[in-house]
């Protein structure tokens, strides 16, 4: 089945640092990439579309500037969290949608845990 | 806007009980898929099973079972004869069909736990 990777699994870094995440999409193509962001003990919300060659699309409320979105490929996705702060510690997911495929469904990576300090 | 519902928010019981899970959607859309995800502690997503609007016929995997009810939009899974190893949180989710970019709309989620 489809494989999606998520690099790191877990982070522990200062206040005010950068951090970023990678996914990657290891047996297909994802032309569109979903990242979402799981509170402790709450649901996962979609905060933003990441398209390939282009620009990425943000949910109502989440900065583009702190959430930098990179999908420089078919097969890869990053997220960074410029200057991260404590309230950005959480459980990041990302998802991808093969492009040959169009059943509706997402592969959904290992998610990153970060923690910020 | 799509809108997935799960009541409830947490169920405790013990091993070999049947127990189901509700969910119940809203959408514009007049084709979607439905899923189910399981989530143990570990943090992954484990898929379930995905459902699309077209299909109204109940299925059944092993001790899984799902009855999709349109008329109702619901979308209820039920676990037989559970085991510990069933316990996790439950996510019931939505997306438009076809080559639409839409991402997956979750509900809050159902923990469950199953006691020994």
Known sequence: GAVVSQHPSWVICKSGTSVKIECRSLDFQATTMFWYRQFPKQSLMLMATSNEGSKATYEQGVEKDKFLINHASLTLSTLTVTSAHPEDSSFYICSARDRTVYTGELFFGEGSRLTVL | ?116
């Open chain 2, 1 to 116: 806007a799509q809108k997935v519902t799960q009541a409830q928010t947490e169920i405790s019981v013990v091993e070999k009980e049947d127990v189901t899970l509700d969910c119940v959607y809203e959408t514009r859309d007049t084709t979607y898929y439905l899923f189910w995800y399981k989530q143990p502690p570990s943090g992954e997503l484990v898929f379930l099973i995905r459902r699309n609007s077209f299909d109204e016929q109940n299925e059944i995997s092993g001790r899984y079972s799902w009855n999709f009810q349109k008329s109702t939009s619901s979308f209820n899974f039920t676990i037989t004869a559970s085991q510990v190893v069933d316990s996790a949180v439950y996510f019931c989710a939505l997306s438009e069909a076809g080559t639409g970019r839409r991402a997956l709309t979750f509900g809050s989620g159902t923990r469950l736990q199953v006691q020994p």
